[in-house]
């Protein structure tokens, strides 16, 4: 973490934003942040606009789900070639150019598909939906390595500040930019047109082609072109065969489970009295449940020796002992709790915001407006002033202050709550919480990147970033029931207060570490 605390002047920050490694996360980050959006908060609107039940809106959340799992198949990035795009492009660039391709494809699936007709037009959407989410994980994977790799630390917070002001111009495209597109072409939420939606969608598919292009120009990282592949084509098709299973298996859970699952959430919300909780108990179980089945199976074909046991270890087992090792076990699961609880409080309160700016009554147009296009201007701000003061300050410092800010930020939520439809409030509770996400972002990446080793790049980071997403993400899921049972007020209490033990681990970590690196 040494590296991480060198200080620099000012200026010498300044100038360093004009390093080409540094601009060019611009871009990347920009291809990043157009499908979240798509995901969350754009099709939340839209799915509120054809009718869809709000609990059952939040729930398409979990389509994102594929970012919180991205470790398990970020070796197959690692490990296996893309046939003749690899040895055109260099690893790193061909799977980049395979994963843009994809979120084009998923985007325009999305878009074929009206959630208001009956039948099985939900079912397709959240398949669509979970393959955007696939894809777009896929994609961070591979531009985290490449980030982590293609410059060396006095850079990667300055990096991380670009990425994050690149993915927030992405995520106003597809935020702000969704919004005036389905007004402009004549959808609202009580005159609902599919095909507005349709041509949204697709416009925005086409601004993924800024990502193509910045793939096709850019170098691969050196480190990546010297590397040689140590396995056979048989041995990779092995391991690409246990992931398959693995996935499969997974999903099997899902598919031959929901009768039970729904008798299940019945019963325990009677013997509780309460609907949100059963319901919560019963879906953890039943995704721990799923997540042993796909384990087992990647145990057993690599026993059986199906897949090679040596490449399964060199993949999955080695980059988590390289990291004990490092560490300790003490501070790694301090370390550990850290990245899987810093962000807690904003995401699960950001699933639901903005189907309680609706609910307050605020329109597409004052939501694209005040939320999507002035809040991205104030969190790029924070980022900016992220990277300057964690590499003038410390990531540390500036971690713990971004935990602090977030927890005082979220309540403002509760005061626009109370004030109701006031386009002055929303300006201040938004200026306040994207400048304070955006300060926070830069120095958790910066963060993130030192706990990685080299050697390992692209399995411990998406390790980090699905740790990172994961227990939000499936406690956000519930944030729409939760609000139906609890109200938005109380609500915005609970995401508060899931940011204090953020405190702790923070001062216990720097104070470790300070330790360790002393």
Do not use: C
């Not at 100038?15 to 996360?25: D, E």
């Not at 908060?41 to 594929?66: C, K, M, N, P, Y």
């Not at 994963?99 to 959407?125: K, R």
């Not at 699933?351 to 002035?374: C, H, M, P, R, W």
């Amino acid at each position: 973490m040494n590296e991480l605390v060198t200080k620099k002047s000012g200026l010498e920050s300044v100038k360093a934003f004009l390093h080409p490694r540094v601009i060019t996360m611009l871009f990347l980050g920009l291809s990043a942040g157009i499908p979240i959006l798509l995901i969350f908060s754009s099709l939340s609107l839209w799915l509120r606009e054809a009718g869809v039940e709000r609990s059952a809106v939040t729930f398409f959340s979990w389509a994102a789900l594929g970012y919180s799992f991205k470790f398990v198949w970020a070796p197959l990035i690692d490990k296996l070639p893309v046939p003749l795009l690899t040895r055109l492009l260099g690893r790193r660039r061909a799977w980049m150019l395979v994963s843009q391709s994809s979120i084009i494809v998923a985007i325009l699936w999305m878009a074929s598909i009206n959630p208001a007709e009956t039948g099985n037009s939900l079912t397709l959407m959240a398949m669509a939906a979970v393959w955007l989410g696939f894809s777009s994980a896929t994609q961070d994977i591979v531009i985290d390595a490449y980030r982590i790799e293609s410059a060396g630390s006095d850079l990667q917070a300055l990096m991380s500040s670009t990425y994050i002001a690149g993915y927030r111009i992405g995520m106003l495209i597809a935020g702000a930019g969704a919004l005036f597109l389905a007004s402009y072409y004549g959808s609202e939420m009580d005159s609902y047109n599919y095909q507005a939606w349709f041509y949204t969608y697709s416009i925005i598919a086409s601004v993924m082609l800024v990502g193509v292009t910045t793939t096709l120009i850019i170098p691969e990282p050196e480190q990546v072109q010297a590397e040689t592949y140590l396995h056979t084509a048989k041995d990779y098709l092995g391991f690409l065969s246990m992931f398959l299973f693995s996935v499969a298996g997974f999903i099997a859970v899902f598919v031959f489970s929901m009768d039970v699952v729904g008798s299940l959430k019945s019963s325990l919300g009677e013997i509780l009295g309460n609907k949100a909780f059963a319901g919560f108990i019963i879906g953890t179980v039943r995704l721990l449940i799923a997540l042993s089945v796909a384990v087992s199976i990647a145990f057993l074909l690599a026993r059986s020796g199906v897949v090679n046991g040596k490449m399964v270890r060199s993949t999955y087992v080695d980059p988590v002992q390289d990291f004990f090792s490092r560490y300790g076990k003490n501070l790694a699961l301090l370390l550990l709790a850290l990245v899987g609880l810093y962000r807690i409080s904003d995401i699960v309160l950001g699933i639901i915001s903005n189907v309680f700016y609706q609910d307050l009554g605020y329109t597409k147009i004052e939501i694209a407006t005040i939320v999507k296009t002035f809040g991205l201007f104030m969190t790029i701000a924070g980022g900016f002033l992220g990277g300057i003061m964690s590499v003038r300050y410390g990531v540390m410092r500036i971690l713990f202050a971004g935990a602090v800010l977030t927890i005082v930020t979220n309540l403002l939520f509760i005061v626009l709550a109370w004030v109701g439809h006031n386009p002055y409030m929303l300006y201040v509770v938004i200026s306040a919480d994207n400048l304070t996400a955006g300060l926070a972002s830069a120095a958790f990446i910066a963060f993130l990147s030192s706990l990685t080793n080299i050697k390992f790049t692209a399995v411990q980071y998406a390790v980090f970033s699905s740790l990172m997403t994961l227990i939000p993400k499936v406690l956000g899921g519930y944030s729409g029931t939760l609000v139906d049972e609890f109200g938005y007020v109380n609500f915005f209490i609970f995401a508060s207060a899931l940011g204090l033990p953020v405190l702790v681990l923070v001062w216990l970590a720097k104070k470790y570490l300070d330790v360790r690196d002393g």
